[in-house]
């Protein structure tokens, strides 16, 4: 299973070389967690037996952008400012322009893998083997990908 992003620049088929019906893929603007999101992925684990999760953020991501810019005071409409408030924690304020956003991109993915790593509904599987979660990110000016850690 790939959460990945709704960017079309990203289809996750393309990325993995894959057929179409080869993955299961969840789409939501920055990878963010919501109830249908989670609801998908928990589907997938257990009722399909998906043994892995790939969270793939990519390179240039404008929701990451979006949240980075509420960040700095760029108002932003109301569920453009839910994912933003979903990826703030992410931001790294110690960087600035195009380099806050890049590295905001990585950590968002470390942390969504996170969260999914914690969560109920999949920890049993996590625990005994029968799941894995992990990060990873799409550079598109390569079209290559390289895992989070």
Do not use: K, W
Not at 35 to 46: D, K
Not at 47 to 75: F, K, N, T
């Amino acid at each position: 299973m790939v959460l990945g992003c709704v960017d079309s620049r990203v289809p996750p088929e393309l990325v993995f070389d894959q057929g179409l019906g080869d993955l299961l893929t969840v789409r939501s603007a920055g990878e963010v967690l919501d109830e249908a999101v989670l609801g998908s992925i928990a589907y997938g684990v257990l009722e399909l037996a998906v043994p892995l999760i790939v969270v793939l953020g990519h390179q240039g991501c404008g929701a990451v952008a979006a949240a980075v810019h509420a960040d700095e005071g760029v108002e932003l409409a109301d569920h453009i400012g839910f994912l933003a408030d979903r990826i703030r924690p992410a931001i790294d304020h110690r960087l600035e322009g195009e380099a806050r956003v890049d590295a905001a991109v990585t950590e968002n993915v470390r942390q969504v893998r996170d969260l999914l790593l914690t969560e109920p509904d999949l920890a049993v599987r996590i625990a005994d083997g029968r799941l894995a979660v992990i990060g990873a990110r799409y550079e598109l000016t390569s079209q290559r990908v390289h895992e989070v850690s």
